[in-house]
C-alpha cells in the first residue's frame, strides 16, 4: 500500500517531468534565435537602455530563485507573494526593452501587462487560457512567448496564493514549477533582446 507522502512525492516527480517537457518544447534553438528579426542598436542610449534592462534580468533570476529557496524554507503565501510581486515590477522594464527589440512583438506583450490590473479578481482558470494560452492576446510570432512569461508566470503565483494563501503542497508544488519555467525563458529572452 503506498503512503500519502510516496503518493505526493510520486506526483511531483511526474509534474517536474511533465514541466520540463513542456519548457523543452517552448524552448527555440540557437538557429531560430539568430534568425529572429530585431531592430538595430543604433545609439549609446539604445546600448545604455539595454544595459539596465539586463542588469534587470539578471536581478529577476536571483529573486525568482528566492522564491524556490522560501517555499523550501517554510515561507507565508504573504512573503512568496510579496516576491512574485517584486518579479513583476522587474519584468516591466525587461519586457519594455523587449519591446523596442522586437517589434514584432509589441501589440503581444502591450496586451499581456493589461493582467496586472485583474490580478485580484481574476480566476486562475481565465489567467491559464487567456495570458498561458494566449486566448486574450493578439496573434504573434513565437519570439514573444518568451517575454510575456516573465509577466505572466509571477501573476499565476500571486493568483495562486489569493486562492489559497495557506499554501497547501499543491500550491506550493505549482508555485515552483511557474518559476522553474521563468528561469528557462530568461535564457531565451536574454538571447532574444540582449545579444
Given at each position: 500500500m503506498y503512503s500519502f507522502k510516496s503518493l505526493y512525492f510520486t506526483f511531483f516527480f511526474i509534474s517536474l517531468v511533465l514541466c520540463q517537457d513542456v519548457m523543452a518544447s517552448r524552448k527555440m534553438a540557437d538557429d531560430e534565435v539568430?534568425?529572429?528579426?530585431?531592430?538595430a542598436i543604433e545609439s549609446d542610449e539604445d546600448r545604455k537602455r539595454l544595459q539596465q534592462a539586463a542588469v534587470l534580468l539578471a536581478h529577476y533570476e536571483i529573486e525568482a530563485r528566492k522564491i524556490i529557496k522560501r517555499i523550501d524554507a517554510g515561507a507565508t503565501g504573504e512573503i512568496i507573494s510579496e516576491q512574485?510581486?517584486?518579479l513583476l515590477n522587474l519584468s516591466e522594464g525587461v519586457i519594455s526593452s523587449a519591446q523596442f527589440r522586437l517589434p514584432?512583438?509589441?501589440a503581444y506583450l502591450a496586451k499581456t501587462m493589461t493582467l496586472k490590473n485583474s490580478l485580484?479578481?481574476?480566476s486562475h482558470e481565465t489567467l491559464e487560457k487567456d495570458?498561458?494560452?494566449d486566448g486574450a492576446l493578439p496573434?504573434?510570432?513565437a519570439e514573444c512567448y518568451h517575454a510575456k512569461d516573465l509577466f505572466v508566470h509571477p501573476?499565476?503565483?500571486i493568483v495562486l496564493i489569493r486562492d489559497d494563501p495557506a499554501l497547501s503542497n499543491t500550491t506550493k508544488s505549482s508555485i515552483k514549477s511557474e518559476i522553474t519555467e521563468i528561469l528557462v525563458h530568461t535564457e531565451v529572452v536574454r538571447q532574444l533582446v540582449f545579444y
Open positions: 539568430q534568425n529572429v528579426q530585431r531592430a512574485a510581486k517584486k514584432q512583438c509589441d485580484q479578481e481574476i495570458y498561458h494560452q496573434a504573434a510570432p501573476a499565476s503565483v
